[in-house]
T-cell receptor, first 115, second 114 residues
Framework: DSGVTQTPKHLITATGQRVTLRCSPR?????VYWYQQSLDQGLQFLIQ???????AKGNILERFSAQQFPDLHSELNLSSLELGDSALYFC??????????????FGEGSRLTVL | AQSVSQHNHHVILSEAASLELGCNYS??????LFWYVQYPGQHLQLLLK??????LVKGIKGFEAEFIKSKFSFNLRKPSVQWSDTAEYFC????????????FGPGTRLSVLP
């Protein structure tokens, strides 16, 4: 158990819909990262937040957005869903800001299926 | 741009064979290096990491990796694989110029035949 919690574990929805994925980082970790993993694209970095502020942006579509709340949990919002958005979405947190090794701790992922 | 490459997309071995998975990165500064493993249907877990010191690092389950700075490489090795090592392996880099961004390689799928 990495200490990172993601909900829901599985989600099935239709094209054009909007979903929200939730992530709670490990206790004390300020940084949260979102990754998308699909068969054809591999592991793609989407976005990173640090203590409520956006820190870095990767290959995140404009239809997607994220935020980190004062209690440090994060949400990834996916809208106008397309078939190609079907993927496993991972959240990870890092302890690098506490002077530790900067290892990423991954949650178990949210599997999104768009029909 | 910073990048991480992994030499093989899919490796197939028989049990007890030796394993070496290649990883190269493009960055000239100080780097932190990681190997993550993803077992079928599971999330990524840390296998081992290098930050400083001895360039030969040992991880869990008998894995080790060697950092060769001059070659920008961080290859993963295991002398004798088991069927339970079947998984996807990701090399990752976190350099001081990356900020706190991790750059992952495309992954290598390892299939170990019993």
């Amino acid at each position: 158990d990495s200490g990172v919690t993601q909900t829901p574990k599985h989600l099935i929805t239709a094209t054009g819909q909007r979903v929200t994925l939730r992530c709670s980082p490990r206790s004390g970790d300020l940084s949260v990262y979102w990754y998308q993993q699909s068969l054809d694209q591999g592991l793609q970095f989407l976005i990173q937040y640090y203590n409520g502020e956006e820190r870095a942006k990767g290959n995140i579509l404009e239809r997607f957005s994220a935020q980190q709340f004062p209690d440090l949990h994060s949400e990834l919002n996916l809208s106008s869903l397309e078939l190609g958005d079907s993927a496993l979405y991972f959240c990870a947190s890092s302890d690098i800001d506490r002077g530790h090794t900067g290892e990423l701790f991954f949650g178990e992922g949210s599997r999104l299926t768009v029909l | 741009a910073q990048s991480v490459s992994q030499h093989n997309h899919h490796v197939i071995l028989s049990e007890a064979a030796s394993l070496e998975l290649g990883c190269n990165y493009s960055y000239g500064g100080t780097v932190n290096l990681f190997w993550y493993v993803q077992y079928p249907g599971q999330h990524l877990q840390l296998l081992l990491k290098y930050f400083s010191g001895d360039p030969l690092v040992k991880g869990i389950k008998g894995f080790e990796a060697e950092f060769i700075k001059s070659k920008f490489s961080f290859n993963l090795r295991k002398p004798s694989v088991q069927w339970s090592d079947t998984a996807e392996y990701f090399c990752a880099v976190n350099g001081d110029n990356y900020g706190q961004n991790f750059v992952f390689g495309p992954g290598t799928r390892l299939s170990v035949l019993p």
